[in-house]
């Protein structure tokens, strides 16, 4: 095979990795009923200046499977970090002892389950459109390739094996859109 038809396949497959990746972050962020400290992960506060993941100013743990402890490395971060977490809208409030932030994780109610699903199916199809994209930016450059010279039955076969790629990749999304689904909906 010639080695730019490869070296396109490769970062067809690259990227198309990387969408998948994507998705399983943010599916991450949204929460089955069970405390995460992953669930804190787009929480920013403002260190001296600076714009810091939380995870970099304070430790995030559970301590048991409804219940996320933070504890700040400076106690004059606790009403910072809790005006961020209040910010960003995640539908719990952190309880501030002074000494730790404590959030409980309420109970997902039937409705919230479903808009949770909801949620995943738009990023699992959002997820499906980054990969067909990649499919036609592939398809495309194979094209450009063929009229520099390449062969019409190689650039078909490397058509063909983008397809098969987008199809695993897309296979995957809707594997993981399955199993979070179901995690979502598990009372």
């Known amino acids: 095979m010639n080695e730019e038809v490869q070296l396109l396949l490769d970062v067809a497959e690259e990227r198309m990795s990387g969408a998948v990746k994507h998705l399983e972050t943010e599916f991450t962020k949204i929460r089955a009923g069970k405390a995460s400290p992953s669930m804190l992960a787009g929480?920013?506060?403002?260190?001296?200046?600076?714009?810091?993941?939380?995870?970099?100013?304070?430790?995030?743990?559970?301590?048991?499977?409804?219940?996320?402890?933070?504890?700040?490395?400076?106690?004059?971060?606790?009403?910072?970090?809790?005006?961020?977490?209040?910010?960003?809208?995640?539908?719990?409030?952190?309880?501030?002892?002074?000494?730790?932030?404590?959030?409980?994780?309420?109970?997902?109610?039937?409705?919230?389950?479903?808009?949770?699903?909801?949620?995943?199916?738009?990023?699992?199809?959002?997820?499906?459109?980054?990969?067909?994209?990649?499919?036609?930016?592939?398809?495309?450059?194979?094209?450009?390739?063929?009229?520099?010279?390449?062969?019409?039955?190689e650039t078909i076969r490397a058509e063909e094996t983008v397809q098969k790629l987008t199809d695993r990749f897309i296979d995957k999304v809707d594997k993981l859109t399955e199993v979070k689904e179901a995690d979502i909906m598990k009372v």
């Open 43 to 153: 929480i920013n506060v403002d260190y001296y200046g600076v714009i810091t993941p939380l995870a970099q100013v304070a430790n995030v743990g559970t301590t048991d499977a409804r219940t996320i402890v933070i504890q700040p490395w400076e106690k004059k971060m606790l009403e910072i970090i809790e005006k961020e977490i209040q910010k960003a809208n995640l539908g719990f409030n952190p309880v501030n002892n002074g000494e730790i932030l404590r959030i409980v994780v309420p109970q997902l109610t039937e409705e919230r389950r479903k808009a949770l699903v909801k949620q995943v199916k738009n990023e699992s199809e959002t997820a499906k459109v980054s990969i067909r994209a990649v499919r036609r930016d592939s398809n495309d450059e194979l094209k450009k390739l063929q009229k520099d010279g390449l062969a019409e039955d």
